[in-house]
C-alpha cells in the first residue's frame, strides 16, 4: 500500500524511483520474516553494491547507512570507509552524528540505533516490529533532545537519550514525513502530499506551514533568508511559506535529497543521476552531466570536511562534481 500511494501520482515515466520508493516504504521488510539480528557483512569490494540512504559528518567523522542494516564509518574525512557491527538487519534511512561522538540512526519498524563512540558500536534503544512503522528522518537538537519521524505521520520524541519515548502524529492525515531539518528552535519537515510542518516545541505538536505544491516532497533544506523543497517530478521550489518559487530546471526526474557547500552553493540530487547546482553568487541552477556509466539513482549528497561531496544512493557511493562549466554542464535555469 504504502508504495502505491506514494507514487500514485505518477506515471511509467518514473522509472527507477521504484527503487528507493521500496526501500523507504513501511512493508519493504516482510514483518512474517525473521531476519537476523545483525547486519548483512560486505566485503570491502562490494561497498558499491549497496544501497546508501543518508550520512552525518562531525569533524573527520563520517557514517553512511542504508539496506539491509549497513553503516559503514570513516576516521579519516571520507577517504576509506570500514563496515561495523550492527544488531539489526533493517533498513536504515538517516542519521546523526554530533561532536561528542552521539550518533542516532533510524530505519523501519521504528529502528532507533543509538552509538556513543562516533558509529563504531551500536546499541537498539527502540525497535517495534508489531507496529511496522518506519522511521524516515531524525535530528540531534542537543542535551539527549531527538526527534525522528516516518511513515504515516508518526514523530517519536525522546529527552533523555533514547532511554524512553513518546509517540504522535502530525495531523490527521497522517502523511509520510521523509525530511526534519532544524532552523533554529524550530524543527521543520516536508513529505507526502506537499506537506510542510513546523514544530517549534520540540517535536510535539506540529502546525502545517503553506506549501507551493501538492504531490511528494522528499527533502527540505533551510537558511536564515530561504528554503528548498524537492520531490517528484522534478519539482523544485526556494523561498518561504507564502513565498515560494519554482525553479525552472531542465530535468523531470524525481528530486530526493540535497545539502549546502560551505559557500551557500546549494546540490541537490535524484533519479537518473541528476546532480542540479545552484550558484551561491548568481542565484542560477545548472544540471550537471551525469557520468554514462554511472546514470543510477542518487539518494543524497554528502558534504566532507576536504570539500568533496559523495553522492549516496544506488550501487554505492562515489564522488560529485559540483563545479559547473561548459565541459560539464548542461542547461541553466532559474525561477519560473
Sequence with gaps: MAVIRWFGETSDRIGHEVLLAEAQSPQKDNPKTSLPDSAFLLS???????????????????ILVGDRGVILVSSDGGEQFQQVPVPSRRMICDVTLSSDGTAFAVGHEGLVLRSRDFGE????????PEADQALFSVVDLGNEHVVAAGAFGLV??????????SKGEVNEEGPHLYSLKLTGDEIVAAGEFGSVLSSKDGGETWSALESPYEGTLFDILVT??????????GNLWEGRPGEWTQVDQPSEA???GGCFLGDGTTVVVGAEGVVLIRSAQSGEWSQMKPKKDRRRL???????PAGRVLGLGEKGFDSLET??????????GGPR
Design 44 to 62: 570491502p569490494d562490494k561497498f558499491d553494491t549497496a544501497l546508501y540512504l543518508s550520512g552525518a559528518v562531525s569533524g573527520q567523522r563520517v
Design 323 to 332: 563545479t559547473p562549466d561548459t565541459d560539464t554542464s548542461t542547461e541553466q
Design 254 to 256: 524525481t528530486l530526493f
Design 121 to 128: 558500536t551500536w546499541e537498539k534503544v527502540h525497535h517495534d
Design 224 to 233: 536564515e533568508d530561504r528554503w528548498t523543497l524537492m520531490g517528484l517530478r
Design 156 to 165: 517519536m520524541v525522546t529527552r533523555d537519550g533514547g532511554k524512553s519515548w
Design 298 to 304: 542518487l539518494s543524497k549528497p554528502l558534504l566532507l
